[in-house]
């Protein structure tokens, strides 16, 4: 029998691999996150403000002929509470490598962030109410037009990263880029909140 | 039967390199560059020419002042705009662009990153930057801007200034997540030097800031695009400069000195020879610095008055307590020094006449937040606020700032334009800039113990003479700091033309960005030492020399 000769294998010998970047993208959208946080709730502040003012004075912060609906702001924020979950759903099948999932989950999520926008236009529509600087109601659609922006936002990022993973390079352990998504589009929900009691609630 | 683990020579001929495509030169190597290096200088070249342009402005607003019975130099409508030109391209197209240009340059060097986070997105920061800067100097002289008429021109300065609102927090989210992301093994949270600690404070800080800025502004722009002089707030285009000016204001204004107190917590251990005491107390007391000069809730007009107590006693409390920290640090730099051998190289000279101003524009902060003890009780405004008393605390943080800059722009030279700055002609700079900071500042501060509003509002006010010859004192000061920064850009550009090489570590650094070469490569590193501290350089110095001991 001859001798087995063995040379060092190039894998071996060669220098360790550089270790993974630690979640850039994540820390990214975290600041990213709370900067737009902070511009919407920074015009809820001034709506508020304006509001509080108005009442103060005994004139109503929206002109007397407008109807502010609660049902399309209370279906708005039930369906950004469902597209946590569907989130949720989504990073959890990538971790996993679960592609049928994550077709699933990806699809949910985006008919559901274009269901809220939908929602929201409808808020619009049923409101009739003019673009007016002399009372709250330009301000009203500041605030909301500044959080339709943040959601669609949101979704173009979870469409981007979701779009990547099919495309195989946010699978597993390397699903990433989908936290990132996830934990942006997670803010933007709870943006929503205080939106949705500052404006849809307290009228 | 012989078996072998050899690769197949395919694989070898393979993973021979190609033959690489020729590097970009001149124009086509800024166009086309994301290295952090060109990004950063980009940043820095373009911030010093609006430097030049609000220093200009300023200059404009300061010979006007020499006069105060009326308007004589500049066009009578243009005063306005210019002393708001004068602040906002201060502050926000010179200060903060420059800031961002040297952590950009520097931050991933010192961390020990290869790149900085998102290179695209940082160049693409730096580009939008030149355009909104451009369209914003543009609005300004199409009488636009705070205090224009122009309506159209005042809507342009606001877009361009929300734009570029946008790119300096694109450029802060790079630079803040290469520090928390991009550090190789090794380097712990608490060993990151104090320069990159700084940015990854004041990013987080302007990160809060800017957004609530820029929804301001927006609202400012809705107000004045569809409401005329009837909108949410009243006032239109009047109002505009109120609205926004809290961000050079205090406690806002302390923000644009945080990267400041990291280049001095850079240079200071290199020239004392020594490491530097107590870092991560030093560390914390940068983050102490940063979370009190978070200015975002202090925004002027939108607070009801029967709520002045809310704004005012945090204002006190701040003005006062954000001393503490670079009480602190001044401690921990002190120790430093006398645990060392002091070298006085102009980094160093930079470094204290930074300090110095930062101390005395903090020690005004908060002597111009005594008066308002009172009104927590009766209601009144403060006399010293709203006066020069508060542009000059003002020009003092952004002078002081300034000051470090340059001094971190001397100190790390080798790694920015491969070359040096001339020592004599830079300690000259040093001291010239430090002469024109307390020209410029001090008499604006005693004008405004007389009286003399901060906005340039011409006519009889008390003690008008004196005041007069206050402001001639101020102008004199600064033509010696247009001076001091011409001086800084003639060795600048000298340096750059210089054949003279540095060597990879002129200074005996401590932190990373000296243990590669001068220039860096587009990659940074070759390979890193070992990181068991902060001063990884001055371990592996010191052991070597156990060593051959």
């Excluded at chain 2, 451009?134 to 200034?161: K, Q, Y």
């Excluded at chain 2, 239109?236 to 990267?259: C, D, K, N, Q």
Aim: with cysteine; aromatic share 10%; proline share 6%.
């Amino acid at each position: 029998m001859s001798a087995v000769v063995t040379t060092p294998s190039p894998l071996l010998t060669a220098p360790p691999p550089a270790p993974r970047r630690p979640r850039v993208l994540t820390v990214a959208a975290a600041f990213a996150a709370v900067a737009s946080s902070l511009f919407v709730l920074t015009m809820l502040g001034a709506y508020l403000q304006v509001r509080g003012e108005r009442l103060a004075d005994g004139v109503s912060a929206l002109p007397e002929d407008v109807v502010l609906p609660l049902t399309p702001g209370n279906m708005g924020l039930l369906t950004l509470a469902m597209s946590v979950v569907t989130v949720a759903w989504l990073s959890w099948s990538l971790r996993n490598e679960d592609r049928i999932h994550a077709y699933l989950a990806l699809g949910l999520s985006i008919l559901l962030g274009i269901a809220f926008i939908n929602t929201t236009a409808y808020l619009y529509q049923q409101m009739e109410m003019p673009f007016d600087l002399t009372g709250t109601s330009g301000l009203l659609y500041a605030v909301t037009g500044a959080h339709l922006v943040m959601t669609a936002v949101g979704l173009i990022f979870l469409a981007v990263v979701g779009f990547q993973a099919f495309g195989g390079q946010l699978t597993g352990r390397d699903a990433e880029g989908m936290s990132a998504a996830a934990l942006y589009w997670y803010v933007t929900v709870a943006v929503y909140l205080p939106v949705w009691y500052g404006i849809y609630i307290t009228k | 039967m012989t078996v072998t683990e050899d690769a197949p020579a395919a694989v070898t001929a393979a993973s021979e390199p190609t033959a690489a495509a020729p590097a970009a030169t001149g124009l086509a190597a800024i166009l086309g560059s994301g290295d952090h290096k060109v990004v950063g200088r980009l940043w820095i070249v373009a911030s010093i020419f609006h430097l030049l342009l609000a220093g200009a402005a300023a200059l404009a607003v300061a010979a006007e002042r020499m006069d105060l019975s009326g308007v004589d130099i500049v066009a009578a409508d243009m005063l306005g705009p210019l002393y708001a030109y004068r602040s906002i391209g201060a502050a926000f197209l010179f200060l903060l662009p420059f800031t961002i240009g040297v952590a950009t340059a520097i931050v991933p060097l010192q961390v020990g990153a290869s790149t900085i986070a998102f290179p695209r997105a940082a160049t693409a920061a730096a580009w939008t930057y030149l355009l909104s800067g451009g369209l914003l100097v543009g609005s300004i002289l199409i009488d636009g801007g705070p205090f224009g008429t122009d309506a159209d021109g005042v809507l342009l300065f606001v877009s361009a200034f929300v734009l570029l609102l946008v790119a300096l927090a694109v450029a802060w989210i790079c630079i803040a997540t290469t520090v928390v992301s991009l550090r190789p093994h090794g380097m712990t949270m608490a060993r990151v030097p104090l320069f990159a600690w700084s940015n990854l404070v004041a990013a987080t800080v302007w990160l809060i800031a800017l957004p609530v800025l820029a929804a301001v502004a927006v609202l400012a722009f809705i107000d004045i695009r569809y409401g005329g002089g009837n909108g949410f707030f009243g006032g239109g285009e009047a109002t505009l400069y109120g609205r926004i000016s809290w961000a050079f204001g205090t406690p806002a204004v302390y923000a644009f000195a945080i990267p400041a107190l990291g280049v001095i917590g850079s240079v200071v251990p290199v020239f004392t020879q020594t490491r530097h005491q107590r870092h991560r107390i030093a560390q914390g007391l940068i983050g102490a610095f940063g979370a009190l000069s978070v200015g975002a809730w202090a925004i002027p007009g939108y607070g009801s008055e029967a709520y002045h107590w809310l704004y005012e006693g945090p204002w006190v409390v701040v003005s006062f307590a954000i001393l503490l920290p670079v009480l602190g640090l001044f401690g921990l730099w002190a120790m430093t020094g006398r645990q060392g051998r002091l070298t006085m190289a102009s980094p160093l000279l930079f470094a204290g006449a930074a300090l110095t101003m930062l101390l005395v524009g903090l020690l005004a902060g908060a002597v111009q937040a005594v008066e308002p003890l009172e009104t927590l009780v009766d209601g009144d405004a403060s006399p010293l606020y709203g006066t020069s008393w508060s542009s000059s605390v003002a020009a003092y943080i952004g002078l002081a700032t300034m000051i470090a800059l340059a001094g971190g722009l001397v100190y790390w030279a080798p790694k920015l334009i491969g070359r040096t700055f001339a020592e004599g002609g830079t300690r000259v700079v040093a001291l010239v800039l430090l002469a024109g900071t307390v020209l410029w500042a001090f008499p604006e501060l005693i004008a405004g113990l007389m009286g003399q509003p901060a906005l340039p509002l011409m006519g009889p006010i008390d003690n008008t003479s004196t005041i007069e010859t206050l402001n001639i004192v101020s102008l004199i000061g600064g033509v010696v700091l247009a001076l001091g920064a011409a001086g800084l850009v003639a060795l600048f550009v000298s340096a750059a033309r210089s054949d003279e090489l540095p060597g990879d570590d002129p200074w005996s650094g401590h932190t990373l960005e000296w243990a590669t070469s001068s220039p860096p490569p587009v990659d940074n590193f070759a390979s890193l030492p070992e990181i068991a501290s902060e001063a990884p350089l001055y371990d592996a110095r010191h052991r070597s020399e156990e060593g051959s001991a």
